[in-house]
C-alpha cells in the first residue's frame, strides 16, 4: 500500500482511523456527534492516482464536493478540522479557576483572561486571551487525558509544551503556585 492510502481504499477505516486520532484529546466524543453534513470518499481520479474527497450536503440539497490534496495525515488533520467544536460544544464547562500571571503583557498586549476548566463530560482545558486596545484573541488547549497520568512535575512539563508560557506570560512558577490549581487537576 502507498504511504498516502496505507490502509486500502476503503473509506470507512480511514474514517474510523481518524475518529480514534480525534479521541486521544477529545475522548469523550461520539460518532453521533460528529457533523452529518459532511461525508467522505476516495476515489480514483482521471489522471488514475487515488485522492481523498470530501462531500458538503447543504440543507439546500446542493452538495459541494472537494478532492483534498493530502495524505493520510491531512486527511486525519482535516476531518478532525471540520468536527472538533462540534464534539467541543457538546462537553460545556462546568467549572474553572482562574491562574494569575506574574507578567501580563508584552509590548500592548496584555493577558486579560487564563483560566483552567473543567468540563461536563470529563477532561480539562485551558482557556487564554489576550488583547490591546483595538484587537485580541482567545484559543483553549483541551490537555489529554495522558497527561494526568504523569507525576505533577511531569504533568507541568507536558501541559508547559501544550500551552509554552512564552506567547501567554504563565511561568511553570506561575502554575506551581497557583492557588487550588494542583487540587482542582485532581493531584
Given at each position: 500500500?502507498?504511504?498516502?492510502?496505507?490502509?486500502?481504499?476503503?473509506?470507512?477505516?480511514?474514517?474510523?482511523?481518524?475518529?480514534?486520532?480525534?479521541?486521544?484529546?477529545?475522548?469523550?466524543?461520539?460518532?453521533?456527534?460528529?457533523?452529518?453534513?459532511?461525508?467522505?470518499?476516495?476515489?480514483?481520479?482521471?489522471?488514475?492516482?487515488?485522492?481523498?474527497?470530501?462531500?458538503?450536503?447543504?440543507?439546500?440539497?446542493?452538495?459541494?464536493?472537494?478532492?483534498?490534496?493530502?495524505?493520510?495525515?491531512?486527511?486525519?488533520?482535516?476531518?478532525?478540522?471540520?468536527?472538533?467544536?462540534?464534539?467541543?460544544?457538546?462537553?460545556?464547562?462546568?467549572?474553572?479557576?482562574?491562574?494569575?500571571?506574574?507578567?501580563?503583557?508584552?509590548?500592548?498586549?496584555?493577558?486579560?483572561?487564563?483560566?483552567?476548566?473543567?468540563?461536563?463530560?470529563?477532561?480539562?482545558?485551558?482557556?487564554?486571551?489576550?488583547?490591546?486596545?483595538?484587537?485580541?484573541?482567545?484559543?483553549?488547549?483541551?490537555?489529554?487525558?495522558?497527561?494526568?497520568?504523569?507525576?505533577?512535575?511531569?504533568?507541568?512539563d507536558k501541559y508547559l509544551e501544550l500551552v509554552p508560557p512564552g506567547p501567554f506570560y504563565v511561568s511553570r512558577e506561575d502554575l506551581e503556585n497557583?492557588?487550588?490549581?494542583?487540587?482542582?487537576?485532581?493531584?
Open positions: 500500500m502507498s504511504k498516502k492510502f496505507p490502509y486500502g481504499y476503503d473509506i470507512s477505516v480511514y474514517l474510523d482511523k481518524a475518529f480514534d486520532k480525534m479521541k486521544e484529546t477529545f475522548f469523550w466524543a461520539a460518532k453521533e456527534m460528529l457533523r452529518k453534513e459532511w461525508t467522505y470518499a476516495i476515489e480514483k481520479q482521471e489522471n488514475g492516482r487515488y485522492a481523498y474527497v470530501s462531500y458538503y450536503h447543504w440543507d439546500s440539497g446542493k452538495v459541494d464536493r472537494d478532492v483534498l490534496n493530502c495524505d493520510f495525515e491531512g486527511f486525519v488533520h482535516h476531518f478532525i478540522g471540520v468536527n472538533e467544536w462540534t464534539v467541543v460544544g457538546k462537553n460545556p464547562v462546568k467549572e474553572s479557576i482562574n491562574v494569575p500571571a506574574t507578567r501580563s503583557c508584552s509590548g500592548d498586549w496584555y493577558l486579560e483572561i487564563y483560566r483552567i476548566q473543567k468540563h461536563e463530560l470529563g477532561g480539562y482545558s485551558a482557556y487564554v486571551q489576550a488583547g490591546n486596545r483595538s484587537a485580541g484573541g482567545s484559543r483553549t488547549f483541551f490537555i489529554p487525558q495522558t497527561y494526568f497520568k504523569l507525576p505533577w512535575a511531569e504533568f507541568l497557583a492557588p487550588g490549581l494542583k487540587e482542582f487537576l485532581g493531584y
